[in-house]
């Protein structure tokens, strides 16, 4: 069976443009989801509140809404202000009526290098997340300051041990470790598929390089659509679907090109990356 296409998501930090025409274009290229940023809501002209109307009004689901930076490990000092910016996070998400946070692994100087309290901050995030139906997905950054490889992220998830605190699998962030062959793949067999609440993808032409700025530079600058470059995601759904996943796959793809491009045209190429995994799916079952 092919994958269901409402299962693909785009995120808005690939376009070019107002809110407003992107979540259009998204949605007259085929789309159903739509990943939202923070800054979607904040930096819009009309305010918070008339941006969330344009997205409820847009008939996208929104798969997931980001980031929430650096809030684990943050000294004692930071703590009550780092849960201050949860809080408005967690009240612009119910605006947009989101039900799922991207937590990125810290990337602080400041940060402790504690598992533990990681755990323990992401259960007090996940309290305050409860009472409004919304679960938090916990994303290693392959520049993060102490996590930054998925089994680690894992790790402080399997120890926070709350039923609506689970991983996101970026396969961006895998591929530049290595962790994306079949031998690292096969890894992913301790994780409970319940656990895994998001997979975001993209692809990249050149290798890594261990220069952190290299990294973060592709990162941010250079990522491409699943398919377009030198880094097969393939392997990482076909694992996924095997497995039982039925989450949603997002496009997470930084690229300057692609922003300063017709924003339609960009949301058809993604759309058209979204139908060859689908496929490709269909031939490897």
């Not at 992401?122 to 997905?137: E, Q, S, Y």
């Not at 102490?146 to 402080?156: E, M, P």
């Amino acid at each position: 069976m092919s994958i269901d296409l409402a299962r693909f998501g785009f995120n808005t930090v690939t376009m070019g443009g107002a809110l407003g025409h992107k979540l259009d274009c998204m949605k007259a290229a085929g789309f159903s989801g739509v990943e939202l940023w923070a800054r979607d809501l904040v930096a819009h002209p009309g305010g918070v509140e008339e941006a969330a109307r344009i997205v409820k009004a847009s008939g996208l689901k929104v798969t997931d809404f980001q980031p929430l930076r650096d809030f684990e490990c943050a000294p004692d000092a930071m703590r009550p202000h780092r849960l201050e910016m949860a809080r408005e996070q967690l009240r612009q998400m119910a605006l947009v009526g989101a039900d799922l946070l991207l937590v990125c692994s810290t990337t602080s100087p400041l940060a402790i290098d504690d598992p533990e309290r990681a755990a323990e901050d992401l259960r007090t995030l996940a309290t305050l997340a409860t009472p409004l139906g919304i679960r938090i997905c916990y994303e290693a950054l392959s520049w993060g300051r102490h996590v930054n490889r998925w089994h680690q992220a894992w790790d402080i998830v399997r120890r926070c041990n709350r039923s609506n605190v689970g991983l996101n699998l970026d396969s961006f962030h895998m591929s530049v470790h290595g962790d994306d062959t079949p031998e690292t793949l096969a890894r992913l067999a301790e994780v409970p598929v319940e656990k895994i609440f998001l997979v975001q993808l993209a692809d990249y032409f050149f290798e890594y390089s261990d220069r952190q700025a290299d990294m973060i530079e592709l990162a941010r600058h250079q990522r491409l659509f699943p398919g377009e470059g030198l880094h097969d995601v393939r392997d990482l759904v076909q694992l996924l679907e095997d497995r039982g996943y039925r989450g949603h796959y997002t496009f997470e793809v930084f690229n300057d090109d692609y922003v300063n491009s017709d924003p339609m045209v960009v949301a058809q190429r993604g759309m058209k990356a979204a139908r060859r995994l689908s496929e490709s799916h269909v031939a490897r079952s």
